[in-house]
């Protein structure tokens, strides 16, 4: 049975940092495009970054410079460093696992399996 678990959730002041991690069962995440999705109430979930089975990255502009997608293979965990977190950064996190072929942070319906999510809340 395939499961991601997020963990490392918190709240931060605005320039701080956290480090989200995924744990995955059931599967060799290694071998997947993983990824890293978040939501606030009232928008869609949108795709921030991406991590190829090559471990080639992708970031959306508003993270880009700021946040680091990296995995450990051994433990076979996904994370998330976020650096400079700003307000607007605040929302629901989730890990999912890409599922399409397709290596990119979208769309939401390209990821088959989801983690629960982890609650990122920084102040201004």
């Known amino acids: 049975q395939v499961q991601l678990v997020e963990s490392g959730g918190g709240k931060v002041q605005a320039g701080g940092s956290l480090r989200l991690s995924c744990a995955a069962s059931?599967?060799?995440?290694?071998?997947?495009?993983m990824g890293w999705f978040r939501q606030t109430p009232g928008k869609e979930r949108e795709g921030i970054a991406v991590?190829?089975?090559?471990?080639?990255?992708i970031y959306v502009d508003s993270v880009k410079g700021r946040f680091t997608i990296s995995r450990d293979n051994p433990r076979n965990t996904l994370y998330l460093q976020m650096n400079s977190l700003k307000f607007e950064d605040t929302a629901m996190y989730y890990c999912?696992?890409?599922?399409?072929?397709?290596?990119?942070?979208?769309?939401?319906?390209?990821?088959?399996?989801w983690g629960q999510g982890t609650q990122v809340t920084v102040s201004s």
């Open positions: 999912a696992e890409e599922s399409r072929g397709v290596c990119y942070p979208g769309p939401r319906s390209n990821f088959g399996y």
């Open positions: 059931g599967y060799t995440a290694s071998r997947n495009c």
């Open positions: 991590i190829g089975p090559n471990d080639l990255t």
